[in-house]
């Protein structure tokens, strides 16, 4: 299994940007496909998340400023960020979720300048 993500980087307050994570070795279309991040000194969290089916699911702190989506004929998860604000700085994971069985990407940095 490999998720590959790209798209990180540096922007500006109220600035967006746009995550892709590429996913190999799996059958993509059955799996829960997410993105997480991770903050320096805090916990992993989950940002969205969206299932095989399409159900889409969202931490309330990026409630309406975030948009997951998947293209699964191209095998690639992507999330939309906009407005974005400093404490979106984090390493931002994709995720791929089959029964409980969690595959992870190397991460993708996005860090939010005030």
């Known amino acids: 299994v490999q998720l590959v993500e790209s798209g990180g980087g540096l922007v500006q307050t109220g600035g967006s940007l746009r995550l892709s994570c590429a996913a190999s070795?799996?059958?993509?279309?059955?799996?829960?496909m997410g993105w997480y991040r991770q903050a320096p000194g805090k916990q992993r969290e989950l940002v969205a998340d969206?299932?095989?089916?399409?159900?889409?699911n969202y931490a309330d702190s990026v409630k309406g400023r975030c948009t997951i989506s998947r293209d699964n004929t191209k095998n690639t998860m992507y999330l939309q960020m906009n407005s974005l604000k400093p404490e979106d700085t984090a390493v931002y994971y994709c995720?791929?979720?089959?029964?409980?069985?969690?595959?992870w990407g190397q991460g993708t940095q996005v860090t939010v300048s005030s």
């Open positions: 995720n791929a979720r089959k029964l409980a069985h969690d595959n």
């Open positions: 969206v299932s095989s089916g399409g159900r889409t």
């Open positions: 070795g799996i059958i993509f279309s059955i799996y829960t």
